[in-house]
Every structure is written in C-alpha cells, then in structure tokens.
C-alpha cells in the first residue's frame, strides 16, 4: 500500500506539512507524489501564460527534489477541476494508495475541489489528511477579542505577531523539516511532456494545450525554477537588501524589495521560511518587527479574509454598500487604453508595459494603475482584477482580490474613499526622476511627461474632471 501526497501550489519539500507528515512511519506505505495538468481549469481561472510555465518548470524541479528523498511524481491530466478526482482515484487505485495527503487551499472554489476529492476517496475508504502549509497561522486562528475575524489590518497584525510569538516551538515555529529519504518503491516519475527525458527548461513553452497566449513569457533569467534558487535569492535579499527594504521599497525604480512573488504564489516558497531566513540572515535585531515581515502577514490576512467572508470569493466587494452608490462606466475605449498601456499618463503606461512585457508589477504601480482604473477611468474593478491575474506571473486569487478591492475602496480595511492617487504627484513622489517611467516606455524619456509630440498619446480623460466626479459618487456612498 501507498500514501499520495498531491501537489498544487506548495512545489516544495521543505515546510511543505503533507509531505512531511506522509512521510512519517512509511516504511511499510511507500510514499508517492502527484501533480495535476489541467490546462482548460487554468485557463477558466484566468491563469496567465508566465505563472502556468513557472510552475510547469518548478514541477520538473521538484520532481528532482523527491527523487532525491526517493519519492516519484506521477502526473495526471484533467480538462477541468470537473475530471479531477476520478482521475486522481483512478491513479490512487492503480497505486493501492490507502491515504491522501495535501495542503489546504483557502480559496472557496479550490475548497470545494478538495471536497469532492475527499468525498469520492473516502467512498472508496482511502482516508484524506489535509494541513495548513499555505500561511503562518492558519485562517480562523487570528481572532478579536470576541471571537471574530479581524475586518482591519492593523490590529490583526498585532494579534498575528502575539500568537506567532506564543507557538509552542521556542523561540520561534521553525519551518517543517525536510522529510527524511523514502525505502525504494518500484514506481518511476512520469513528465508532463511525452518523451519524459526532456528538460521543460530548455524549450519554453512547451505546448501542454494550454491556449491563454496573452501576456509575457516567463523569464527564466530573472525568476530562475527551483527551490534551490529560491533560497539563494531569499537569503540574498534579507542580508543585503532587506534592511533598506523600508526607505525604498516604494520606488519603483530601484530594486527594493524582495521580487520572490512569483516564487511564494506557486509556493517554491514559504512563508514560514522567509520568516525564519529573516530570523537566521537579517543583522536587524529588531527584524520580527520589520516592515517586510508586514507584507508577509498582509499575505497571511487576505487568505483569513477569504475564510471569514466567503462572499468576497464570489467577487463580492467587502463593503457592498459603498459598491452600491457607484455607477461603473463598462466604457470598452477607455478599458482598452489602460490594458495596452495606452492612456497618456506616464506612470501608469509604464506599469501596464512592465506587466506585459515581464509579468510582473511593482507594488507602488499597481496601487497607482489599480486606483486609475477605478477612480479615475471609474471602471468596475472586477475587470481590472481579471486582466491582472492573465498577466501576473504571481496571480493569486486572495492577494489580487484584496488588492483590486482596496485601491476601489470596497474592501477590508479599504484605501479611504477621497484617496485617489494622482499619477502626476504620486511620479513626483516615487519616480522624481522618471527612472522608471523611461525604462519602461522609451518615448518619452527626453520629453517632460504628456508631451504631445513625444509618440505618447494624449491623456484619455481629464484628471480633474474625473477626480471630482468620482469623489462625489463614493462620498455620496459613504454619507
Ligand atoms: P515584497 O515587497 O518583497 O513582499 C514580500 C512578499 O509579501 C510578497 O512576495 C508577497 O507574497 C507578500 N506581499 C507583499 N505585499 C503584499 C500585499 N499588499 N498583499 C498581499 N501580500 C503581499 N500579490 C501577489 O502575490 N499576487 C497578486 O496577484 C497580487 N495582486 C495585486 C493587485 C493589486 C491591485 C495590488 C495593489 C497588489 C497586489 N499584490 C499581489 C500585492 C503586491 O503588489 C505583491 O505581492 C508585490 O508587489 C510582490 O512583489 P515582491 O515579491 O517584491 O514583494
């Protein structure tokens, strides 16, 4: 008999809590992995091309990390999630598995995969072990004084970093080991290509039927697969770069923060072991308290908030009375001008060429081109959220829904209503020198910013206008 650990978004065997725990007395349950193409289901989730080859190449890599603890990877195919427990059953039976292992997805639409999986397994008498392996504290874990979800984040990532502190594992909760190597089984891996012996790498894309063609290509160069490159750059970053990682983290420009994204979205990473890197490699003694481990904990609560108010999965705004008062202009010129980058203000293009041409945002920009698109241009956010994740090489579901819905001002602990960024101030601010704006769009680097006669076209509203307009819609809403 064996036990399945099935992998999604967790391809890593460090910290990884299924693997670790299916690997616990097997000496007489072989252990065996699984992974699962579903390249109709990818494209129904608005996966972009980039973060689909990111994690077809991390899956070749962690098939050589289980090798290693001689564990083999089957792949299964499935259209859609509709297929996938069959087929996961079909290989569990061909395997004799008697155990499932995986980690908890907090997303309702993933939660519901699993629980038809769980209930089909179970069925057939093949119990199913789940663990929160995803996020720090697990959702429903963090709770106010009466007992409820925290709606803010602030005093959530107090209480956070109390509970982390009051872990039973002093000083500090470790990440899971790495599972000790497995008695030999007879199965071999299996690759998602035809001719096993091909290295994915190499030959980016490789065709897995997977059509959603829009968007950048992975760059192999700059986000290189595996989690030994991972860990080169998480500790590369903590000890050179994160202790200025506060003053310059809002330029984009400069390379201030951490870039380990994409690597943390397809969950190469942990975000216990960016923790505890910090912990081994930061000189700051103070660094538990640090503005980067914030960001790890904003992580952290978008997923508790998708636990708490499930609404939210459906696309539904947090604060659905201020949503109410607003009248979304669904204006398809304007919506085109700001997808190709195309709306006469500088910053924003720049953001929009960046994300289309590397799959990637700075965070500054995406709150700048997220609040442009809905305060300025006043479209619904939904779109906004939608074109970002078949673009972004670190799409994922929880962090880009509370992105989208707090720079629209409908979400949990929402940006204020009367903030609207202006991209004119906000590139004084961030880009005084219009480092980032050039990079990105050439034309208008001698120029001074919506220069008529620079190639760049001309601004697609009048900011002003558009301003007040929009303040008096949500302050209507919120009056
Ligand atoms: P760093 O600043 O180095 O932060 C380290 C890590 O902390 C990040 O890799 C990320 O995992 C986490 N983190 C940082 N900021 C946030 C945040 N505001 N919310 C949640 N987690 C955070 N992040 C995604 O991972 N995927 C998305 O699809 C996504 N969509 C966004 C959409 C909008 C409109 C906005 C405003 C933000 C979005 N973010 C998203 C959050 C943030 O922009 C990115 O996590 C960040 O830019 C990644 O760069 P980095 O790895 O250099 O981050």
């Not at 330029?251 to 072991?273: D, E, I, M, N």
């Not at 890197?277 to 660094?287: F, G, I, K, V």
Request: proline share 6%; net charge neutral; aromatic share 12%.
């Amino acid at each position: 008999p064996h036990k399945l650990v099935w992998f999604r978004n967790d391809l890593r065997t460090g910290d990884n809590h299924a693997l670790y725990h299916a690997c616990q007395n097997s000496a007489e349950h072989g252990v065996i992995a699984v992974a699962a193409i579903t390249p109709t289901q990818w494209q129904m989730q608005d996966e972009a091309k980039c973060r689909v080859q990111f994690w077809l190449a991390n899956l070749e890599k962690l098939k050589q990390d289980l090798a290693a603890l001689n564990i083999p990877l089957r792949i299964i195919h499935a259209e859609t999630n509709q297929e996938l427990p069959e087929q996961l059953l079909n290989l569990a039976q061909q395997f004799n598995v008697r155990s499932l292992y995986f980690n908890c997805e907090y997303p309702e639409y993933e939660q519901k995969r699993d629980q038809q999986v769980e209930h089909l397994f179970r069925q057939q008498g093949i119990r199913c072990h789940t663990y929160d392996s995803d996020v720090v504290l697990p959702p429903g874990s963090v709770l106010n004084q009466q007992g409820f979800a925290y709606k803010v984040f602030t005093p959530f990532g107090k209480a956070w970093r109390q509970l982390y502190l009051q872990q039973p594992s002093t000083p500090l909760p470790s990440p899971a080991a790495l599972p000790k190597r497995q008695d030999d089984v007879v199965i071999k891996s299996a690759s998602y290509t035809e001719n096993g012996s091909e290295n994915y790498c190499d030959k980016v894309p490789v065709d897995i039927g997977y059509k959603n063609q829009m968007g950048a290509n992975w760059n192999s160069a700059f986000w290189p697969a595996g989690a030994d490159d991972a860990h080169r750059l998480l500790q590369q970053f903590v000890h050179e770069r994160s202790h200025n990682y506060k003053q310059l983290r809002d330029f984009p420009a400069k390379p201030g923060t951490s870039s380990l994204s994409p690597y943390l979205s397809v969950g190469v990473l942990s975000t216990r072991q960016c923790i505890a890197a910090m912990q081994a490699y930061s000189e700051d003694p103070d660094w538990f308290y640090s503005q980067w481990v914030t960001e790890l904990i904003w992580r952290d609560f978008y997923r508790h908030l998708l636990v708490a108010f499930p609404g939210m999965n459906r696309w539904q705004p947090f604060k659905p009375e201020i949503e109410a008062k607003i009248s979304w202009q669904y204006d398809e010129k304007r919506f085109r001008a700001w997808c190709d980058g195309e709306t006469g203000f500088d910053i924003v293009d720049a953001g929009m060429k960046q994300l289309h041409e590397t799959g990637w945002m700075h965070n500054r920009v995406r709150m700048i081109s997220a609040s442009f698109l809905t305060k300025l241009l006043r479209q619904d956010w939904r779109l906004g959220a939608r074109f970002f994740m078949q673009h972004l090489i670190d799409g994922d579901f929880a962090s880009n829904l509370g992105g989208w819905q707090w720079s629209a001002s409908v979400g949990a602990d929402a940006a204020p209503y009367f903030r609207i960024f202006s991209p004119m101030r906000q590139t004084d601010r961030f880009d005084p020198k219009a480092e980032y704006i050039s990079r990105w769009l050439p034309q208008s680097q001698d120029g001074p910013l919506f220069a008529q006669n620079s190639g760049r076209p001309a601004p697609v509203i009048d900011y002003s206008l558009e301003r007040n307009r929009s303040i008096d819609e949500y302050k209507n809403s919120s009056g």
